[in-house]
């Protein structure tokens, strides 16, 4: 079977296995960097099986920090994360990945001296045997990346180095997966791609969390979008009934809101 034709057929899976499952549940977070500095303040987040969600916000209102507290790399201080109904708070990232979380962050998301073949063989370092299925799987999503294997990935693009990480951080058949910012310093053309590839990750399974500044595409993909305000989630809903909705625009989205409804 060609890579395509396994996620494609993946896709087709996704479609029924998605479902009212909760896979990651994030009740009452309290959470920060520093000592007595809470950046997260009761923040309440759930993702279900084969869903795509949106996490949209003003600087500053805790996006990130969410999504490094659900990987383990913010201190937690109060509510909790479970993961497939299990508590994953305070456990480090190889056990999290071992739990089935990926994290791809904004920055420094690659191996730069590393080829893109290295790259997707780190992401299975805890487990090397099965990393024919996996490459099989994603380069049946990253058809290009197959192509080019023995490229040094400090050679690649913003956008080619962004794929190259979401490529590693599924090797390990996530049951989550973890987006920071995705489409963070890419050309307008690059950020389109950007999130068609993200579409195509969620398409072919993999129930995905996505951090954005770019608010208005995030909740035309997304199956709901939780705004983030200081830290608390202000509004949550369905991408569209959040980018219809007059409170959401007005404080969060402005005009961007009603272009391309």
Do not use: H, W
């Not at 913003?158 to 490529?167: D, I, K, N």
């Not at 993200?198 to 595409?217: H, L």
């Amino acid at each position: 079977m060609s890579g395509t034709a396994s996620a494609a057929g993946a896709a087709g899976a996704a479609t029924e296995a998605r479902s009212d499952r909760v896979v990651v549940e994030v009740t009452d977070l309290v959470a920060g960097y520093l000592p007595g500095v809470n950046i997260l303040n009761s923040t309440n987040l759930v993702a279900r099986q084969g869903e795509l969600i949106g996490i949209i916000g003003p600087n500053g209102a805790g996006k990130s920090t969410l999504l490094k507290a659900i990987f383990g790399l913010v201190k937690v201080r109060g509510g909790d994360i479970t993961v497939n109904g299990e508590s994953i708070v305070g456990l480090k990232a190889d056990k999290l990945v071992q739990r089935g979380v990926a994290f791809v962050p904004q920055t420094n998301n690659v191996f730069p001296s590393l080829s893109i073949e290295e790259n997707l063989q780190m992401g299975l370092y805890q487990n090397p045997r099965i990393f024919k299925e996996r490459l099989e799987f994603v380069t049946g999503i990253f058809a290009e990346l197959g192509k080019r294997l023995k490229q040094r990935a400090g050679s690649l693009s913003g956008g080619e180095r962004q794929m190259v990480a979401m490529s590693r951080a599924l090797m390990m058949d996530p049951s989550v997966v973890l987006l920071d910012e995705p489409s963070a310093g890419l050309s307008p053309v690059r950020q389109d791609d950007a999130f068609l590839r993200v579409s195509d990750i969620n398409k072919a399974g993999v129930t995905t969390i996505m951090v954005e500044q770019n608010a208005r595409r995030c909740l035309q993909i997304c199956d709901r979008g939780y705004v983030l305000d200081q830290g608390r989630d202000a509004y949550e809903g369905t991408g569209r009934d959040l980018l219809n909705d007059p409170k959401v625009i007005g404080l969060y989205l402005g005009t961007l809101g009603a272009d391309g409804v």
